[in-house]
């Protein structure tokens, strides 16, 4: 019944819209017909609820183009210096938009090829905080999010560990292939560990790609860690799973091995170090190639490759910038040096690495888009895109970050950052859009 109602709500708010804009163009909004076009959502926006349904990732790509109208919207509604809480509404509007077209909803309207193939047996990942799912609950560190208001969005409501209101990008990335989501490494009992063939998350917190980066916290696994307990559950556990070296080669081979890391590398060595950013960029990368081609050498032959986020316009930089909420250009342009010679890097071992592929994911430049048209200005986007959610006051010192039962916001969804560093799961719902929707994000590596 409420989704019917949505959905009739809806047909009549559009068929005003029409009648106001009809002889002028989309993209200029009158006064008369806002407050008409605000006047009819107002009714039905209480009956319209939001659902992250782990079943209903994707939407028609049709309807996946209403996210860039409805941002496009919003600037010209800011143009005309309308008040800000207009803003909301329209947000609201999207998502309302969101559950009546993907609720309940069992195929797209339009067939579209699986993104990278698809057919994976299983989800390996290996990351850091951004794709943690609980492995630092384990670990004896300070760095954890195990707690409220963690996770409030997340399947009932449950603080598990991820460092986000709910879903991480990991999280979208096994549902669009049709995967469970991959359990956090240390949390599994040995028997879980023999039984399970769909994947597992060893992501960490705090860590990098060197080893020695985050240790300061407490313990973190390093990349090359993660690729160590991958190994052991290769030898430990999944020979048992398969029989034959021939089963297990074909499993591994056919699974999808995702990274997100190296971020904890440019926060807690680059500026410390305060080294020449081209020669930073070539060390770190080094490295990272050399991880790279053991979980090669393990069997690994499908790569999913997130370059690193643009840090320096994150809550926790631009607060102590001047101006205050401008970017740190300086650190956005070492990492950027990186995520360059790393898109570049790929496409060699794509040669020289038989049989494998890449997909490469412009995580950086994803996020720099939320922020807006400018890394140095306020957004025009619908989302508040310079302050966390968590904590509710945030002035970038260290005691207010986002700890236990600390007071967050009361809509996570209006927010890009659930706390100084980490995105919320909106966020990272509409970088699964752009990336398996739209198709702007995420590209199969062919040259």
Known sequence: MIKMFCTFGFIALFYIHFLCFIGISLFFLTPFSLCVYFSVFLLILPTCTISFSSSVLLVDS???????????????????????????????????LLYVTTINSTKPLKEEAVLF?????????????????????YLLTLVRANFKPYGSNFEGGKATGRFSDGKTIADYIAIYYGLPLAPAYMGLSKREKNNLSTGINYASASCGIFADTGKQFGRCLSMSVQIDLLNKTIEKNLKKKFKTQSELSSHLGESLFMTAIGVNDYAFT??????????????LLNEFLIQLERLYNLGARNFFVNNIKP???????????????????????????????????????HHTLSNTSFLYSDYFNFMLGLRGPSSNQGSSNLLNTTSPCCPKVYNGGSTTSCLPFAKACKEPDMFIFFDPRHPTQIANFMYAISCFQERQVCHVVKD
């Not at 250009?329 to 071992?349: C, T, V, Y």
């Open 62 to 96: 049709q309807f996946a183009g209403l996210s860039s109208f409805f941002f496009s919207l919003n600037r010209k509604i800011q143009e005309m210096g309308l008040p800000s809480y207009l803003n909301s509404y329209l947000l609201y509007l999207l998502f309302c």
């Open 117 to 137: 193939g698809g057919n994976f047996p299983a989800l390996y990942v290996i990351g850091d905080s951004l794709v943690d799912p609980g492995n630092n609950n």
């Open 270 to 283: 680059y500026k410390k170090n305060a080294t020449d950013a081209n020669e930073f960029a070539s060390k």
């Open 311 to 349: 840090l320096g316009c994150y809550p926790n930089i631009i607060a102590k910038t001047e101006p205050r909420g401008s970017c740190d250009e300086s650190l956005n342009l070492a990492i950027d040096i990186f995520n360059g010679q790393l898109r570049e890097s790929l496409s060699h071992m």
